[in-house]
């Protein structure tokens, strides 16, 4: 295994619109992944057809079972040292794993690194729907799964994200691995675009949407009051 | 005055009273236990504020004006709670009978160690009606 080899697993469910540019930003890194795994999780568009035209995917279907459990399903495949995720809808900055893989070289004692992020409207929507929002104009620091890169073992040892959660399982991951004293550095670099569109998932049942919120919370809580 | 939960930005519920709130929006969430939590729950279900302190008064307690103004206007300024356009409840209130006959204050923390987590969850981009992150007053 290569030193620096990296994996990217991009969940895409119904992603024909944008899964073809996100995978461009992927390619033109200049630190080219050794390994793009697309997860098409049950799409009933043309997300496999699009995956496949590109001769450096490697292209796994699923049943439809959520952004979490595709996520789970490419990290079981994937092979390289590290690991990155994309969204389908959204793009990196050609400088995001070589400057990622930089920092963790010069911060040994980072378990994981991430970057910063700035949302953009996408462009082929009509001006009425582009009016609809207002993004936060600043970069944020992305702690979200499509900025993070990290040792793929590292990411075994905190574990799999939890497929129950029908929102949140990037945040409840991440609580686990600050349990576990890993630590995460932040590259003050925009790195990562959000794609902001009319499109973007629907999860019909908002109140299981907030119990899990409110579940993440009180199982944090509950770590806080263990850790004292 | 009555109040209403801001939802669907703030979602919360009370276990074993222990109340969490979650601010969706800027991802800060809080607590409130005690009174604390029973009051959340009783504004929470549309009863005023007075209603709130006649009750506590039926149980023999002091619920002092201050305090109870205090904690809703916390809750308000945090935008928690919004005024609540009609009367979301008809129903008689019974405040807590135990704990101490003077409430000094209502216990209420806010917590911030999983604002940048939550405030960046894609959960924001899940209400096509309301767009996300924010809709422009002009389509609102």
């Not at chain 1, 944008?18 to 992927?26: D, G, K, P, R």
């Not at chain 1, 900055?93 to 920092?103: F, N």
């Not at chain 1, 991430?114 to 009509?126: A, C, G, I, K, R």
Request: hydrophobic letters at 40%.
């Amino acid at each position: 295994m290569c030193a620096d080899q990296v994996s990217v697993v991009v969940p895409a469910h119904n992603a024909e619109p944008y899964l073809s540019e996100a995978l461009v930003s992927i390619l033109k890194q200049t630190h080219v992944p050794d390994e793009i795994i697309v997860v098409n999780d049950g799409s009933s568009d043309n997300t496999a057809g699009i995956a496949d035209s590109f001769d450096e995917v490697r292209l796994l279907d699923m049943p439809h079972a959520g952004a979490a459990a595709a996520r789970n399903v490419g990290v079981s495949h994937a092979s390289s040292r590290y690991l990155s995720f994309l969204d389908a809808d959204d793009l990196w900055a050609p400088e995001k794993i070589e400057r990622q893989l930089e920092q963790l070289h010069q911060k040994p004692d980072m378990q994981g690194t991430f970057t910063l992020l700035t949302q953009f409207v996408s462009p082929e929507l009509p001006d009425s729907e582009k009016s609809r929002y207002r993004l936060v104009e600043e970069p944020v620091p992305a702690l979200v799964s499509g900025s993070l890169l990290i040792e793929r073992e590292t990411f075994l040892n905190i574990g799999l994200f939890d497929e129950t959660l029908l929102a949140g399982e990037f945040i409840e991951w991440m609580l686990r691995a600050r349990q576990f004293g890993f630590k995460f550095s932040i590259i003050n670099e925009p790195l990562m675009f959000r794609r902001i569109h009319g499109k973007n998932t629907v999860l019909k049942n908002q109140d299981s949407v907030g119990k899990d919120y409110l579940a993440i919370v009180r199982k944090n809580l509950k770590n806080k009051t263990s850790d004292k | 005055m009555i109040f209403q939960v801001n939802a669907p930005r703030v979602v919360h519920e009370t276990l074993d009273g222990e109340t969490i709130i979650i601010d969706t929006e800027n991802g800060f969430y809080y607590t409130a236990h005690g009174h604390a939590s029973a009051i959340w729950r009783a504004l929470s279900e549309g009863h005023s504020p007075e209603l709130i302190r006649s009750a506590y008064q039926r149980e023999g307690k002091q619920l002092p004006q201050p305090v109870l103004d205090d904690f809703v206007r916390q809750l308000g300024d945090a935008n928690l709670i919004i005024p609540a356009g009609q009367l979301l409840s008809q129903s008689t209130w019974k405040a807590p009978a135990d704990g101490a006959d003077q409430l000094k204050t209502l216990e209420f923390e806010c917590h911030e160690d999983m604002q940048g987590l939550i405030e960046l969850d894609p959960i924001h981009e899940i209400d096509a009606s309301q767009g996300w992150p924010f809709q422009t007053d002009e389509t609102s």
